[in-house]
């Protein structure tokens, strides 16, 4: 196996380089690009009004975001009260800044220039607010038909009912040939913006547009429209390449509206084959004195933008070599399952491992199993999106040692079970036991369905552009394989499995970190030397109306590993592999220890990342803004920024991270299934049924695998970033279950009726605060609020209970 490992990263050195690898030819050349991008700068240090607006939204949206706020500052004290051009220059600054109360500043200054109905840039205030795609909360009666057509694009982001309310008034205004064309066009270019048009209202508008018979300005939005709106199904048909067709013909004609027009339709909807007319507007000759220079200039501005983004349309593609490593890998977790299949003789070796592990393989294996693939891209994200503060969690470590390796462990070690649950039916009843399994189940079953779902859809979909239709399959074929090697191999393969995986993805970072400073030249070229703008200030102690703070950060981390470590059967089992107090302690130090080291590494990563994507924004993600793809840029970084083969081994680690998480899911669930519903309940059938209890439990690691595919298939529902997606789905159940926990090994008058309602109490807590935002607090608190409504619940129930059969005695 070492062999094997050493093999692989030997083939891969020599193809490591500091050069970064797109593995394409395709994208733009550097040349083309930074004259796309100097054009852009150009104009937004120029001396120009509106043309300086638009060049400076695009360089927000491709996150070129160096100087535009600066910029827009100076020319608001200058001509912040200048009619028309002030609305722009607040549009600008109400993008230009991360900070929402700034933003609100801006947008509340154009909201009352649209209140205003004697102000003469009222319509201007009107587009500038549907351009931001905010609603103006301002009914108005107008006999000015386009402050009207803005006002209906505007409110097309107040609800659901007011976009198809808006969609219907624009397709009225389009469809009625008595209209202006002014109006017309308008009310097309407000639908082009909204977008989602009904397919019967699309063909009914290509139809017109097929049908126009000159080349008016009705004619070029109405085209631009139809192109950029156009179904998914309907790209490739003849409708398309005729409006396509009508569009290029602007080229042939020095109409630079036109122009402008067909180059923001190609930044929309555009590829590579369209670089060549964009790069011939981009060099349109601007300084021969005629009047419309501006509007030449805006042509150029919207060239750039068009080429920038197609740019980052360009795919790519693993090579042969990456391949080959994915491919080798699986064949090594697949073999070490039939490798340990073969020495697993009892239900104790493939569930306990014999009850002799050792503990730095199982604290490996316990670090391993709760850094899953979701933490591996979410912690990176968290930095790049949120900045370190989630990072110094970490400072609660020693209290977590303490409090678990002398409070919780020894606890749960003089209890010689084989599931953790049969400590809740010895101390509180079997309905504690069944609301306990009922809980564990659930989480787990939910956790490893988001583990399956955000490897394939965010990490392995942010390399491999495949079509999303594929991800249930490419989800099955993943926990296939996690199956069989698992269900062969029992807990010892899982051990062996997770410590090769742990080296692996752990690597993978440490290898992009090297990458990128090779790319800098140094670590200290990469590191930031001030605080970026749109990461919050730093702020101590604990609010549960703030999101980030060091004393949140703290709460957070300790209550999730002492909820962990007191209820959770996947660390339970490990302990109890562990031969006595003392190795289980050991084990609880190495995962501490190593996790310590995981997060510092990762969090270290988001900022090279962060760095990376800062200075080659041509790789981001086309559509989204920087901190919008913060959780995909470390999978995008993998395939752009790493050489050939090595991109591959750091696939393997993501899957890798994936599988440990999953294969110790499968065997702990397989475990609780098997003690504590099969064997209680359907024992007599169950021996019908299996050949003995080990083949049983191989039989129930199958079963569970199914289920996990089937809920993977709802997880994307869930809002938020990864880090929300953790919290609110893979961590609800974990305080309630620690509940049950602290009730019976903790408090001596605990009642097993008191008991349940707390824990049910719980249940409800953690779901009020994690998808109604119940008294506005924020998820970090989910945890301890949970546990405390909890426990208190369940104490109070439980004391009132025992005093009243004393008062009955």
Same mark, same amino acid.
Request: hydrophobic share 45%; charged share 20%; proline share 2%.
């Given at each position: 196996?070492?062999?094997?490992?050493?093999?692989?990263?030997?083939?891969?050195?020599?193809?490591?380089?500091?050069?970064?690898?797109?593995?394409?030819?395709?994208?733009?050349?550097?040349?083309?690009?930074?004259?796309?991008?100097?054009?852009?700068?150009?104009?937004?240090?120029?001396? *120009?009004?509106?043309?300086?607006?638009?060049?400076?939204? =695009?360089? @927000?949206?491709?996150?070129?975001?160096?100087?535009?706020?600066?910029?827009?500052?100076?020319?608001?004290?200058?001509?912040?009260?200048?009619?028309?051009?002030?609305?722009?220059?607040?549009?600008?600054?109400?993008?230009?800044?991360?900070?929402?109360?700034?933003?609100?500043?801006?947008?509340?200054?154009?909201?009352?220039? =649209?209140?205003?109905?004697?102000?003469?840039?009222?319509?201007?205030?009107?587009?500038?607010?549907?351009?931001? $795609?905010?609603?103006?909360?301002?009914?108005?009666?107008?006999?000015?038909?386009?402050?009207?057509?803005?006002?209906?694009?505007?409110?097309?982001?107040?609800?659901?009912?007011?976009?198809?309310?808006?969609?219907?008034?624009?397709?009225?205004?389009?469809? &009625?040939?008595?209209?202006?064309?002014?109006?017309?066009?308008?009310?097309?270019?407000?639908?082009?913006?909204?977008?989602?048009?009904?397919?019967?209202?699309?063909?009914?508008?290509?139809?017109?547009?097929?049908?126009?018979?000159?080349?008016?300005?009705?004619?070029?939005?109405?085209?631009?429209?139809?192109?950029?709106?156009?179904?998914?199904?309907?790209?490739?048909?003849?409708?398309?390449?005729?409006?396509?067709?009508?569009?290029?013909?602007?080229?042939?004609?020095?109409?630079?509206?036109?122009?402008?027009?067909?180059?923001?339709?190609?930044?929309?909807?555009?590829?590579?084959? &369209?670089?060549?007319?964009?790069?011939?507007? !981009?060099?349109?000759?601007? &300084?021969?004195?005629?009047?419309?220079?501006?509007?030449?200039?805006?042509?150029?501005?919207?060239?750039?933008?068009?080429?920038?983004?197609?740019?980052?349309?360009?795919?790519?593609?693993?090579?042969?070599?990456?391949?080959? /490593?994915?491919?080798?890998?699986?064949?090594?977790?697949?073999?070490?399952?039939?490798?340990?299949?073969?020495?697993?003789?009892?239900?104790?070796?493939?569930?306990?491992?014999?009850?002799?592990?050792?503990?730095?393989?199982?604290?490996?294996?316990?670090?391993?199993?709760?850094?899953?693939?979701?933490?591996?891209?979410?912690?990176?994200?968290?930095?790049?999106?949120?900045?370190?503060?989630?990072?110094?969690?970490? !400072?609660?470590?020693?209290?977590?040692?303490?409090?678990?390796?002398?409070?919780?462990?020894?606890?749960?070690?003089?209890?010689? %079970?084989?599931?953790?649950?049969?400590?809740?039916?010895?101390?509180?009843?079997?309905?504690?036991?069944?609301?306990?399994?009922?809980?564990?189940?659930?989480?787990?079953?939910?956790?490893?369905?988001?583990?399956?779902?955000?490897?394939?859809?965010?990490? +392995?979909?942010?390399?491999?552009?495949?079509? #999303?239709? =594929? %991800?249930?399959?490419?989800?099955?074929?993943?926990?296939?394989?996690?199956?069989?090697?698992?269900?062969?191999?029992?807990?010892?393969?899982?051990? *062996?499995?997770? /410590?090769?995986?742990?080296?692996?993805?752990?690597?993978?970072?440490?290898?992009?970190?090297?990458?990128?400073?090779?790319?800098?030249?140094?670590?200290?070229?990469?590191? #930031?030397?001030?605080? #970026?703008?749109?990461?919050?200030?730093?702020?101590?102690?604990?609010?549960?109306?703030?999101?980030?703070?060091?004393?949140?950060?703290?709460?957070? !981390?300790?209550?999730? =590993?002492?909820?962990?470590?007191?209820?959770?059967? @996947?660390? /339970?089992?490990?302990?109890?592999?562990?031969?006595?107090?003392?190795?289980?302690?050991?084990?609880?130090?190495?995962?501490?220890?190593?996790?310590?080291?995981?997060?510092?590494?990762?969090?270290?990563?988001?900022?090279?990342?962060?760095?990376?994507?800062?200075?080659?924004?041509?790789? @981001?993600?086309?559509?989204?803004?920087?901190?919008?793809?913060?959780?995909?840029?470390?999978?995008?970084?993998?395939?752009?920024? @790493?050489?050939?083969?090595?991109?591959?081994?750091?696939?393997?680690? !993501?899957?890798?991270?994936?599988?440990?998480?999953?294969?110790?899911?499968?065997?702990? %669930?397989?475990?609780?299934?098997?003690?504590?519903?099969?064997?209680?309940?359907?024992?007599?059938?169950?021996?019908?049924?299996?050949?003995?209890?080990?083949?049983?439990?191989?039989?129930?690691?199958?079963?569970?695998?199914?289920?996990?595919?089937? *809920?993977? +298939?709802?997880?994307?529902?869930?809002?938020?970033?990864?880090?929300?997606?953790?919290?609110?789905?893979?961590?609800?159940?974990?305080?309630?279950?620690?509940?049950?926990?602290?009730?019976? *090994?903790?408090?001596?008058?605990?009642?097993?009726?008191?008991?349940?309602?707390?824990?049910?109490?719980?249940?409800? /807590?953690?779901?009020?605060?994690?998808?109604?935002?119940? $008294?506005?607090?924020?998820?970090?608190?989910?945890?301890?609020?949970?546990?405390?409504?909890?426990?208190?619940?369940?104490?109070?129930?439980?004391?009132?209970?025992?005093?009243?059969?004393?008062?009955?005695?």
């Amino acid at each position: 196996m070492k062999s094997f490992l050493y093999g692989l990263i030997v083939l891969a050195l020599p193809l490591v380089s500091c050069e970064v690898n797109t593995h394409s030819g395709a994208e733009v050349s550097s040349e083309v690009r930074q004259e796309a991008i100097t054009q852009l700068q150009s104009v937004l240090y120029s001396d *120009l009004n509106w043309e300086k607006v638009h060049a400076a939204e =695009y360089l @927000l949206e491709l996150d070129y975001r160096s100087g535009v706020d600066s910029v827009f500052k100076r020319e608001e004290k200058e001509f912040g009260n200048e009619l028309y051009y002030r609305i722009g220059i607040w549009r600008v600054l109400a993008q230009s800044d991360g900070n929402e109360e700034l933003r609100k500043i801006w947008i509340d200054k154009i909201r009352e220039v =649209y209140k205003d109905s004697s102000s003469l840039d009222r319509v201007h205030a009107a587009e500038a607010l549907a351009k931001l $795609g905010i609603a103006p909360r301002t009914e108005i009666e107008t006999q000015d038909q386009i402050l009207s057509i803005f006002s209906t694009w505007a409110n097309a982001y107040a609800s659901d009912s007011g976009k198809k309310s808006s969609l219907d008034e624009l397709m009225k205004l389009i469809k &009625d040939k008595d209209q202006p064309e002014r109006v017309r066009k308008l009310a097309a270019y407000a639908l082009r913006s909204i977008r989602d048009i009904a397919h019967a209202d699309w063909y009914q508008l290509t139809e017109m547009a097929i049908n126009q018979t000159d080349i008016s300005d009705f004619a070029v939005y109405l085209a631009s429209m139809c192109w950029i709106t156009a179904p998914a199904d309907s790209l490739s048909g003849s409708r398309m390449k005729q409006i396509k067709e009508e569009l290029t013909q602007v080229t042939n004609r020095e109409d630079w509206i036109h122009q402008r027009e067909y180059a923001y339709t190609l930044a929309e909807e555009g590829n590579v084959a &369209d670089r060549k007319v964009l790069a011939e507007m !981009l060099n349109t000759k601007t &300084d021969d004195g005629y009047v419309n220079n501006n509007e030449r200039t805006d042509l150029k501005v919207t060239a750039a933008y068009a080429l920038l983004r197609i740019d980052r349309r360009v795919e790519t593609h693993l090579s042969w070599v990456d391949w080959l /490593v994915i491919s080798l890998y699986g064949g090594l977790m697949l073999g070490i399952g039939y490798f340990y299949s073969k020495r697993n003789k009892t239900k104790e070796d493939y569930l306990l491992g014999g009850r002799n592990m050792n503990a730095v393989s199982i604290g490996v294996s316990l670090f391993a199993t709760l850094l899953s693939t979701v933490s591996y891209l979410s912690y990176p994200g968290e930095m790049i999106k949120y900045g370190p503060v989630i990072f110094a969690g970490m !400072l609660g470590f020693p209290l977590v040692y303490f409090v678990a390796g002398w409070w919780l462990i020894p606890r749960i070690m003089a209890m010689k %079970v084989t599931s953790a649950y049969e400590i809740l039916e010895l101390k509180l009843g079997l309905s504690i036991r069944m609301l306990a399994i009922f809980m564990f189940l659930s989480l787990r079953f939910l956790w490893m369905a988001t583990i399956i779902y955000v490897t394939v859809d965010v990490a +392995f979909l942010s390399v491999v552009p495949l079509d #999303p239709y =594929y %991800v249930p399959f490419i989800s099955t074929f993943l926990l296939i394989i996690t199956i069989i090697y698992t269900s062969m191999g029992g807990l010892k393969a899982v051990v *062996l499995t997770d /410590v090769v995986q742990s080296i692996v993805f752990l690597g993978g970072a440490l290898l992009s970190i090297v990458i990128v400073s090779l790319h800098f030249g140094s670590v200290s070229s990469w590191f #930031p030397s001030e605080w #970026p703008a749109y990461w919050k200030p730093i702020q101590f102690g604990f609010d549960t109306q703030e999101r980030t703070t060091i004393g949140n950060a703290v709460i957070m !981390l300790f209550a999730w =590993y002492i909820c962990t470590t007191g209820s959770d059967q @996947l660390a /339970v089992q490990r302990y109890l592999s562990t031969k006595d107090i003392q190795a289980a302690r050991k084990s609880l130090k190495v995962s501490l220890y190593t996790n310590l080291l995981a997060k510092c590494l990762l969090g270290l990563l988001g900022l090279a990342m962060f760095a990376f994507f800062s200075k080659n924004q041509h790789f @981001l993600a086309d559509g989204q803004s920087f901190s919008e793809q913060s959780d995909t840029l470390f999978p995008r970084f993998i395939l752009l920024g @790493l050489p050939i083969g090595i991109s591959g081994l750091v696939i393997a680690g !993501l899957l890798a991270a994936a599988m440990s998480s999953l294969s110790s899911g499968l065997n702990s %669930v397989s475990t609780v299934i098997s003690e504590d519903i099969f064997n209680r309940f359907f024992k007599r059938k169950v021996a019908l049924s299996f050949s003995g209890s080990l083949q049983q439990v191989k039989m129930l690691s199958y079963l569970t695998g199914l289920i996990v595919i089937g *809920l993977s +298939f709802f997880v994307g529902s869930v809002q938020g970033n990864l880090f929300d997606i953790v919290i609110k789905v893979t961590h609800l159940f974990v305080a309630p279950l620690f509940v049950l926990f602290f009730m019976a *090994l903790f408090i001596p008058f605990a009642s097993e009726s008191g008991t349940f309602i707390g824990g049910i109490v719980a249940i409800i /807590v953690a779901v009020g605060i994690s998808f109604y935002g119940i $008294g506005g607090i924020t998820v970090l608190w989910v945890l301890p609020f949970s546990f405390l409504s909890g426990a208190v619940v369940a104490c109070t129930l439980s004391f009132i209970e025992k005093n009243s059969k004393k008062y009955e005695k």
